[in-house]
């Protein structure tokens, strides 16, 4: 056998234009394996000379499927800008910000879930490429692919009314938001007289964490070995109780075995991290300082942060909690493929945030903006629904910003990703005589469980999928295949 | 205000990006026209959920840019659910759309696609001239089209 490359580009079913590209060596074994993030964007650099007031609009042209995290991200370091922290903003305008990040938390764990990861669930990874996707799923399993259309935009028209549209909108403005909640906006979403309102979302969580607990009972074996690997995980936690936090906490990292790696106020966030960067990705390597680039990558997003955290604090969504931290006898869960399970736990949650919201007559509020006195630097980071994300704005004195950093969420996956391409790469394509549409995706999906956003993490403006190359150990070009 | 009866027109395309956004244009002179908001729908891309929504239309009209020369500066023709599909969340097509509201829905609105020729896609607001001549010669014609 020839030496040679693969290269899997577009990767499909994510969020951006990546390309995996594994070499292999004469006698068919995996020497090595890459994703490589392709496009390129800069948003750190043209944001530079603008108004602060204008990054939490600006920025959320990173994204179509994420705008309201770098909107909420962004307006936290704002706010910081005009002199006011989280716990100083008022009561209405926290508790709306928190509505808008976990309506926009639910809709995008929707569209992963049903949109990009039930059909590898529904129909297995040997099934042919024209059937894994939401179409198949609709066909054959009408009830589901409703059931994910409604969830998605329940998400999405909390979203609307809060921003005014279901991408793009605003809501934050510097120490605070723009616009209070109306009894007609919250009747809309409890009511049920014209979508299904917050209980129904509620009870279909509850049933699709039923759905994915029994196919995990039928598939564990593979579900549980899948693209799994020690890893440190990383996640916002409650201030005092160390609870699963969305909007504003501490920033706590736990290593493959549970022991503490970071316990900070997340404002410290730049003594403790660095970004490696490597010649063959346009997407940096987030690493923590102390524990060097080999030790000291994290994992963030769903799995990492019921890892993380002590619990949650809703009342089912803790119940599922448990039973998914039993089976792993209370130790971090490192099974990559459990972050789908992970994933409809927190949108499970974030179904009863949004209920417990709905019901808070603080919402209807009106005292919307508190002012302080201005600062020139801003940090501000969330849970956004694939991880930890940091955004941080200079200002000079005139209020232009000087300097802008992101450290986005797929960011932080990045090694983790990596690894998942080169563990699934060694497992299934060594020493094959042939390659095979699915071996290429289950390579796909040791990224796709990562809910991966590249056009956010690289700050690209963008095609989307991946590619996969074949090449030799001297970079030739053997084979490839593009979806 | 002129109200289209169970009929939705779908403005597909992105303002920022030049003739781009000769979907929200469309959409747009119509407003001026005097039809209403209600009937008018902009959006930067289809999604899935979009069968939800048609699927509470008759008539369904997507208006989007076209790279395509076409010998009027536009086209409209008839849309029908795609027999084979594929999926991105960066690319549904109305045929994909059409297919998931039969398939989901069992809903077959009668669909059209209207498709207006731009020439220029950089990161800046404003319609070329060409394009803004296909588009007067598309709201004209459109005036008296009779879905």
């Given at each position: 056998m020839n030496k040679k490359k693969i290269v899997i580009e577009p990767v499909t079913r994510v969020e951006g234009h990546g390309k995996?590209?594994?070499?292999?060596?004469?006698?068919?074994?995996?020497?090595?394996?890459?994703?490589?993030?392709?496009?390129?964007?800069?948003?750190?650099?043209f944001i530079q000379g603008h108004p602060y007031w204008e990054a939490p609009v600006l920025v959320q042209r990173l994204c179509g499927i994420c705008p309201v995290s770098h909107h909420i991200a962004a307006a936290k370091a704002i706010d910081q800008l005009v002199g006011v922290d989280p716990e100083n903003l008022t009561p209405t305008a926290t508790k709306l910000r928190k509505l808008l990040h976990y309506g926009q938390v639910f809709q995008s764990h929707s569209l992963h879930f049903f949109y990009l990861a039930s059909p590898d669930i529904l129909f297995g990874i040997d099934a042919p490429a024209e059937k894994r996707n939401i179409v198949a799923v609709a066909t054959e399993n009408q009830e589901l692919a409703k059931k994910g259309i409604l969830m998605r935009k329940f998400g999405q028209e909390i979203i609307k009314a809060l921003a005014g549209k279901k991408i793009h909108g605003i809501l934050a403005v510097p120490g605070g938001v723009h616009k209070t909640f109306t009894k007609e906006e919250r009747e809309y979403f409890l009511d049920g007289k014209q979508i299904p309102n917050v209980d129904t979302m509620i009870e279909w969580s509850k049933e699709i964490i039923d759905f994915m607990k029994a196919y995990h009972f039928d598939n564990a074996p593979w579900i549980d070995n899948f693209a799994?690997?020690?890893?440190?995980h990383l996640g916002l936690v409650h201030k005092e109780t160390g609870a699963m936090e969305l909007y504003d906490g501490r920033l706590r990292s736990i290593d493959s075995e549970g022991n503490e790696l970071l316990n900070i106020e997340d404002i410290e966030y730049r003594y403790h991290f660095k970004e490696a960067v490597e010649p063959w990705s346009y997407l940096k390597f987030p690493y923590m300082t102390k524990y060097g680039r080999e030790n000291g990558w994290n994992r963030v997003g769903p799995l990492a942060r019921i890892n993380t955290c002590s619990h949650i604090p809703t009342y089912y969504a803790e119940i599922e909690r448990q039973i998914f931290k039993a089976y792993t006898q209370?130790?971090?869960?490192?099974?990559?493929?459990?972050?789908?399970?992970?994933?409809l736990i927190e949108m499970l949650h974030c179904a009863e945030l949004i209920k417990e919201l709905l019901l808070d007559e603080d919402l209807m509020g009106?005292?919307?903006?508190?002012?302080?006195?201005?600062?020139?630097?801003?940090?501000?980071?969330?849970?956004?629904?694939?991880?930890?994300?940091?955004h941080e704005y200079h200002t000079d004195d005139k209020g232009l910003i000087t300097k802008c950093n992101l450290i986005v969420s797929t960011t932080h996956n990045n090694e983790a990703m990596n690894r998942g391409v080169r563990t699934i790469a060694n497992e299934v394509l060594n020493h094959k005589p042939e390659i095979t549409e699915p071996m290429l995706n289950q390579i796909e999906m040791a990224i796709r469980a990562y809910d991966p956003c590249l056009s956010c993490a690289t700050h690209a403006l963008g095609q989307m999928p991946l590619i996969v190359q074949l090449e030799d150990l001297q970079g030739n070009l053997l084979d490839e295949k593009i979806r | 205000m002129k109200k289209l009866d169970n009929t939705l027109i779908i403005g597909i395309g992105n303002n920022t990006r030049q003739d781009d956004g000769l979907g929200w244009c469309f959409l747009e002179h119509l407003e001026k026209e005097g039809y209403h908001e209600d009937s008018l729908?902009?959006?930067?891309?289809?999604?899935?959920?979009?069968?939800?929504?048609?699927?509470?239309?008759?008539?369904?009209i997507f208006v989007d840019a076209c790279k395509t020369q076409l010998n009027n500066g536009f086209e409209i023709e008839r849309v029908l659910p795609a027999e084979k599909v594929a999926f991105s969340t960066h690319e549904v097509p109305p045929?994909?759309?059409?297919?998931?509201?039969?398939?989901?829905?069992?809903?077959k609105p009668k669909s059209y696609i209207i498709k207006i020729q731009g020439y220029v896609w950089d990161i800046q607001i404003g319609l070329s001239n060409e394009?803004?001549?296909?588009?007067?010669k598309t709201v004209s014609y459109f005036k008296n089209f009779t879905p």
């Open positions: 995996v590209t594994i070499k292999m060596n004469e006698e068919g074994k995996v020497e090595d394996a890459f994703l490589h993030i392709v496009e390129f964007r800069g948003f750190e650099k799994a690997y020690p890893s440190n209370d130790k971090p869960n490192n099974m990559t493929m459990h972050t789908h399970w992970a994933r009106t005292d919307l903006v508190t002012k302080g006195t201005p600062r020139n630097k801003g940090i501000g980071i969330i849970e956004a629904p694939r991880g930890t994300l940091i | 729908l902009y959006k930067y891309q289809l999604m899935v959920e979009d069968a939800e929504l048609i699927a509470k239309y008759e008539k369904v045929n994909q759309i059409l297919n998931l509201c039969e398939n989901i829905y069992q809903k394009a803004t001549e296909n588009l007067k």
